[in-house]
């Protein structure tokens, strides 16, 4: 007999808590997180290149509309061209373009060695050429066919090394006017160096950028607060509360 009462009470204090808990005020703040499309991987290969409307000395011009990385095993040096850097794949002379074809298998070590030239670094200028050679022959060009751009431009690129006008940078959506650089000018043409180009591969699989672009504004709303008071979950719990109307 003597447990009735006590479970009794205890029914009591368990509704009493029930009740208390549901008279205390619940805020809830929304907040707006927006989703990002994750960022693809660098490409291993300048696929993205694009032609425009502009010449230089009658040879067409390409713009970059992504980086393009290179490592070069000899050196160790770590070469990223920046999108946008505008070149002409001629950095063989007129007497060498009639073998090598400036648009042909070479076009991937040119934008390489062009960019090298552009930024000029002092008493580089063999080391670019050299570089030009081993990448031609790492993406395919034939030996001989190789020798001949590099004989080329050891005996005429002299004086296309580190001209100031090459310093340009073109968005290829917006061809009418010249982009500002994206950074300054530097010294060297190697933005790290990686000893036998170890883990370079492994780099640029995550995603790494030597210039990161620069992070989309996004107009997110307000955050939106709701919150319910005890008179709100009574008014629910009538037979005309608001959640019925629903």
């Not at 907040?31 to 009658?58: C, D, E, I, R, Y």
Request: with cysteine.
């Amino acid at each position: 007999m003597t447990s009735r009462p006590k479970l009794a009470r205890l029914a009591a204090v368990l509704s009493l808590g029930l009740l208390l808990a549901g008279c205390v005020s619940e805020t809830k703040t929304t907040v707006f997180v927006p989703v990002t499309a994750p960022t693809p991987p660098s490409s291993l290969t300048p696929q993205p290149v694009m032609l425009f409307n502009q010449a230089k000395q009658g040879r067409k011009l390409f713009t970059l509309d992504a980086e393009f990385p290179y490592c070069d095993v000899e050196t160790g040096k770590l070469i990223v061209v920046p999108r946008w850097y505008v070149t002409d794949f001629a950095s063989v002379p007129w007497y060498g373009q009639g073998v090598i074809d400036p648009q042909g298998p070479t076009a991937r070590a040119a934008i390489v060695h062009d960019w090298l030239y552009t930024i000029g670094e002092p008493g580089k200028r063999q080391e670019a050429d050299d570089i030009f050679l081993r990448a031609m022959l790492k993406y395919g060009v034939p030996p001989f066919q190789a020798n001949i751009a590099y004989q080329a431009v050891r005996l005429g690129g002299e004086k296309g090394y580190g001209l100031p006008g090459d310093w340009k940078f073109i968005d290829p959506k917006r061809q009418d006017m010249t982009q500002p650089p994206p950074f300054a000018k530097p010294r060297s043409g190697a933005v790290r160096m990686m000893p036998r180009c170890q883990g370079f591969g492994a780099l640029i699989q995550t995603g790494w950028r030597a210039y990161p672009l620069p992070a989309p504004v996004i107009a997110a709303p307000p955050p939106v607060v709701v919150t319910r008071t005890p008179l709100d979950q009574v008014k629910e719990r009538l037979p005309f509360g608001e959640r019925k109307k629903k």
